[in-house]
């Protein structure tokens, strides 16, 4: 299985990285209770931290905001995932846990303040192909509604697109039967790629800490348009 950049998305982004890790053999289960600890302490951190700022003081979500903006998104209508999570801190209304691979995206993505998603390959047919929607592309997400990719940057197989930096799809959902995991990083644009491969790899070690398993980071940008999956 290869991952690749579309040119389009290239020419419209030249400077977009997305890390990824390859999880294989990992056990998907309930999480323990230090990771639920954690998980809660840090949204009640970042609760009293945006008592006096805004949501969209932090870099990170200011520069996916203004590149939703280039893109000819709204990002005020189609929040992205992680300024999304943000928000429902700010409002009090932590996240519930799910289980460790749920958890620890969600951890991940307060963490970095970047939208992070991840992936069951075993339902993902094909290539996965990382391009710009158009008004044909949508699908059917978590939020149980049906989601356009128009000008949006999505992930797509050979079925359909599955995933964007707003909302993933039911399709390729992880659950308690998922061994094998695609985690995406949409990394701001400004990081150069050696801070990019730094923050996947260190978020891919602390995954299969907790998961068990085994990860292959990589990060796909303008000089690296594509990787294989199962490359030795």
Known sequence: MKFKLNSTLLNSVPEIKLGINH?????????????????????????????DKL?????????????????GADPNEHKLS??????????????????????LNNFFSLQHKIPIGIYDLEKISGDVIASLGTEDDGF???????????????????????????????????????TDALHVFYIPPSFDVKTSL?????????????????VRTYVVHEGKTSIILDED
């Open 23 to 51: 999880y294989t053999r990992i056990t998907v289960s309930e999480s323990p209770q230090m990771l639920q600890g954690r998980l809660r302490l840090f949204q009640e951190q970042l609760f009293f931290d945006l008592d």
């Open 55 to 71: 949501v969209t003081d932090y870099p990170e979500v200011k520069e996916w905001r203004e590149l939703w903006k280039q893109l």
């Open 82 to 103: 992680s300024e999304a999570l943000l928000l429902r801190i700010q409002k009090q209304n932590y996240i519930d846990t799910c289980n460790t691979a749920v958890d």
């Open 140 to 178: 059917t997400g978590l939020n149980d509604q049906y989601n356009t990719m128009i000008n949006s940057i999505q992930l797509s197989d050979d079925t359909s697109s599955f995933a964007s930096p707003v909302v993933d799809s039911k399709r390729t959902a992880i659950t308690s039967s998922t």
């Open 198 to 214: 730094e923050l996947t790899t260190a978020c891919g070690n602390m995954f299969t800490s907790m998961s068990g398993g085994d």
